[in-house]
Antibody, heavy 122, light 110 residues
Framework: QLQLQESGPGLVKPSETLSLNCTVSGGSISSRTYYWGWIRQPPGKGLEWIGSIHYSGRNYSNPSLKSRVTMSVDTSKNQFSVKLGSVTAADTAVYYC??????????????WGQGTLVTVSS | QSVLTQPPSVSAAPGQKVTISCSGSSSNIGNNYVSWYQQLPGTAPKLLIYDNGKRPSGIPDRFSGSKSGTSATLGITGLQTGDEADYYCGTWDSSLSAWVFGGGTKLTVL
C-alpha cells in the first residue's frame, strides 16, 4: 500500500512562501490512476482542499487559494510539492499530502500522510 | 462556514448505533459520490467510506454509508470506545470546482 511523507519547514514568516514536499513510497507517482494532492487543517478546525496534480502535470486547485498555489511533480524522486505564496497567520495549519484514486466513479482520498504543522509567524 | 453541513457532535453508549448526517446541495452531494473520513485524536484522517457506501479493505462492516438526494449518512453500529473520533464527509462541488468537506462531527462513546 502507498505511504506518503511530508517534509518542509515548520515555521514560515508572514508574506513569505510556504514550501512542502511529499515523498511517495509503495507505488509510483507516475501511476495513471492517481492524482496527488494537499489538504490542510487549521488547529481545531476542519479540512480544506488545497489542490491536486497528476504526474502528467495536469493540476487543479482550490479557487480560494489558486492565485497563491503552485504544484509540481518530480518523477525521478517519486515526490510532489506545493508552494503557497504570500502566507499569513491564517495559513497556519497541519498540511497533509494525499493520494487521490481515480476510478470509474468520483475519485477519493485513499491514503494520507501523517501531516506536518506549519506555523506562520515572525 | 463549510459547504457541507454536519452536526458538530453526536454521542451514544458502547454497543449502540449512531448516524452522522451530511447535508449539501445539487452542486455537490446531489450529483456526486460521497466519501467519509475518520480522524482519531492526534492522527491523520483515514478513508472510511467511498462511493457513498463502499468500504475499503480492512474497514469493518460496522461502518456503512448511504446517500439520498442532497444528503448522505454515515452509520456506525456496535459502537466501541475506539470509534471516538472526528468524522468528515467530502465530495466534489461542481459549482465551486473544488473538493469540499463537512465541518466534521465529533463522536463520543459514553
Amino acid at each position: 500500500q502507498l505511504q506518503l511523507q511530508e517534509s518542509g519547514p515548520g515555521l514560515v514568516k508572514p508574506s513569505e512562501t510556504l514550501s512542502l514536499n511529499c515523498t511517495v513510497s509503495g507505488g509510483s507517482i507516475s501511476s495513471r490512476t492517481y492524482y496527488w494532492g494537499w489538504i490542510r487543517q487549521p488547529p481545531g478546525k476542519g479540512l480544506e482542499w488545497i489542490g491536486s496534480i497528476h504526474y502528467s502535470g495536469r493540476n487543479y486547485s482550490n479557487p480560494s487559494l489558486k492565485s497563491r498555489v503552485t504544484m509540481s511533480v518530480d518523477t525521478s524522486k517519486n515526490q510532489f510539492s506545493v508552494k503557497l505564496g504570500s502566507v499569513t497567520a491564517a495559513d497556519t495549519a497541519v498540511y497533509y499530502c494525499v493520494s487521490l484514486l481515480v476510478g470509474p466513479t468520483l475519485p477519493y482520498f485513499d491514503y494520507w500522510g501523517q501531516g506536518t504543522l506549519v506555523t506562520v509567524s515572525s | 462556514q463549510s459547504v457541507l453541513t454536519q452536526p458538530p457532535s453526536v454521542s451514544a453508549a458502547p454497543g449502540q448505533k449512531v448516524t452522522i448526517s451530511c447535508s449539501g446541495s445539487s452542486s455537490n452531494i446531489g450529483n456526486n459520490y460521497v466519501s467519509w473520513y475518520q480522524q482519531l485524536p492526534g492522527t491523520a484522517p483515514k478513508l472510511l467510506i467511498y462511493d457513498n457506501g463502499k468500504r475499503p479493505s480492512g474497514i469493518p462492516d460496522r461502518f456503512s454509508g448511504s446517500k439520498s438526494g442532497t444528503s448522505a449518512t454515515l452509520g456506525i453500529t456496535g459502537l466501541q470506545t475506539g470509534d471516538e473520533a472526528d468524522y468528515y464527509c467530502g465530495t466534489w462541488d461542481s459549482s465551486l470546482s473544488a473538493w469540499v468537506f463537512g465541518g466534521g462531527t465529533k463522536l463520543t462513546v459514553l
